[in-house]
Nanobody
């Protein structure tokens, strides 16, 4: 089970940190990722991180502004979001990825709203 938190309302240029806590003892065996879905749009990939946190990948739209990290001792993955823009407004979901790279498990989502 994945529980996302940390969303909220922030002004453009501000920052938020999202957290996703996982239950169970297999967290460190999964690549983890963040996705987002804006109103009227399809869910899109934001960032992913390898099992040990060594490798990361980002969507071009967030590169240089967002940072994904994880703490396997706390079974938690984070998304630090800086220099937020109104177009970052979306529901953000964390996901545990299968070996093929597709989401295996989803968290419930947390709303991020960026005002201009």
């Amino acid at each position: 089970q994945l529980q996302a938190s940390g969303g909220g309302l922030v002004q453009a240029g501000g920052s938020l940190r999202l957290s996703c806590a996982a239950s169970g003892r297999t967290f460190s065996s999964y690549w983890m990722a963040w996705y987002r879905q804006a109103p009227g749009k399809e869910r899109e990939f934001v960032a992913s991180i390898s099992r040990a946190g060594i490798s990361t990948s980002y969507a071009d739209s967030v590169k240089g502004r967002f940072t994904i990290s994880r703490d396997n001792a706390k079974n938690t993955v984070y998304l630090q979001m800086n220099s937020l823009k109104p177009e970052d407004t979306a529901v953000y979901y964390c996901a545990a990825l299968s070996q093929s790279g597709s989401p295996d498990y989803w968290g419930q989502g947390t709303q991020v709203t960026v005002s201009s």
